[in-house]
């Protein structure tokens, strides 16, 4: 008996979450990003499985495309969605270290490790960030790898030495 009621108000919800996605994707494309995350955090009180997918596509696209504002500012949105989303985080932590926001960047992989312990590609791209190396995940690990195996470091001599404490203790006792 209430059935064509309870359609009419999935109807009314689906097309206030289509009307702002349609409004935040608009705003992402004049960059005004602010106001399109606004957009956004309404379409996901009303239906975030469905508007997580659309953003998720949207960021895709925009990182084809090499738009790395529009690729941090809808993860960004998403990530809130989806906290312990590590390779998300990874990713826009890329995105952000792309348009030299260090900080933000490092931020963002502390939270893929935070999700993820054992996470080696977050691992090494905040380790290249707080280097400021250009180079994104597999990449960092490829330059490191050369040196994994390399066995002939020259150590200084005290460390191989087990009496060096105690050679330096009697000298300046003796001094």
């Known amino acids: 008996m209430l059935s064509p009621f309870s359609k009419s108000k999935k109807g009314k919800k689906s097309a206030q979450v289509e009307m702002h996605l349609n409004k935040g994707f608009l705003l992402v494309k004049g960059k ?38 529009a690729v941090l500012s809808l993860g960004l949105v998403l990530l809130k969605a989806e906290e312990s989303d590590c390779e998300l985080a990874n990713r826009i932590g890329n995105a952000a270290r792309r348009l030299h926001n260090y900080k933000q960047a490092n931020s963002l992989y502390r939270q893929a490790l935070r999700a993820k312990k054992n996470f080696h590609k977050a691992f090494f791209n905040l380790a290249a960030s707080m280097g400021r190396v250009e180079k994104f995940d597999g990449e960092v690990k490829a330059v490191l790898e050369q040196f994994q195996d390399y066995r002939h470091y020259v150590l200084p001599g005290y460390l191989n030495g087990q009496t060096a404490v105690d050679d330096m203790r009697q000298r300046w006792k003796n001094a």
């Open 32 to 69: 005004l990003f602010k106001q399109a995350s606004i957009e956004f955090k309404l379409a996901l009180d009303e239906n975030a499985p469905v508007v997580c997918r659309a953003l998720r596509e949207k960021v895709e696209a925009y990182e084809s495309q090499g738009d790395w504002e």
